[in-house]
């Protein structure tokens, strides 16, 4: 019998096929999306840090999609998951003021929007999640891993829009999310649910191992083989 070692690079192919293809997923269903603008580098937040980010031309309806979880218990009595310098009073919310653990949106000085359902809770665990505002209604709503999953209207809001930050108020702020935002994606329009469900399992879908992990396993059994 010839005892066979696997390769590493074998064992190192099967592991990223099947654990690291999601998020690569996402950014292919992503680029022929029709984005206005996207973060494909993933950022983490110690609660106190930002990171530059350009939202883009937005102007009314508008969806928002972010790849991220963080530890609200960790943080703050709030977190910022970003705003725009050029109308700073409008942010989103990964923890709501003041401890509430759940998704929100804020426009300073008339309301903490706080989405109540359970399932908008601050995500732990890496997530999907999607603030689509129409400015007719002043609805935002929110889906959470494609699902729809809580919804405000009557808001007063603007989407933010050009250059601003992730994270925080502003950098060295003490509203900061702690956590990591791994993909923001910005949309000038409203997207409907059937794409953003798409964009959803275009980032959850797990892979089958490609044909060239098979063909490299079908050789080393052909290997192992008692001759």
């Known amino acids: ?124 665990d890496d ?9 007719a209604t002043g609805t935002m709503d929110l889906f959470i891993n494609g699902a729809s999953t809580d919804s405000i209207a009557g808001a007063i809001f603007d989407m933010p829009t050009g250059p601003g930050h992730l994270g925080n108020v502003n950098d060295g702020g003490n509203e900061g999310m702690i956590g990591t935002i791994s993909r923001a994606t910005t949309f000038n329009s409203a997207l409907s649910d059937t794409d953003i469900l798409s964009h959803s399992n275009a980032w959850s879908s797990v892979p089958e191992p490609t044909s060239l992990l098979l063909s490299g396993l079908a050789a080393l059994a052909l290997l192992g083989r008692r001759r």
């Open 127 to 135: 997530t999907h999640v999607a603030y689509r505002w129409t400015q």
């Open 1 to 124: 019998m010839i005892k066979t070692a696997i390769p590493a690079g074998i064992i190192l192919l099967g592991f990223s096929s099947l654990h690291g293809a999601s998020l690569a997923g996402y950014d292919a269903a992503i680029a022929g999306s029709g984005f206005t603008a996207r973060s494909t580098t993933a950022a983490t937040f110690d609660g106190s840090n930002i990171e530059l980010f350009d939202f883009g031309a937005i102007s009314g309806d508008a969806t928002f999609e972010f790849i991220m979880s963080g530890d609200p218990a960790a943080g703050g009595r709030n977190g910022y998951i970003g705003r725009a310098d050029s109308n700073p009073g409008n942010s989103l919310r990964y923890e709501q003021w003041d401890n509430t653990s759940q998704l929100g949106f804020t426009r300073a000085g008339v309301a903490d929007n706080t989405f109540s359902a359970a399932n908008a809770a601050s995500p732990t």
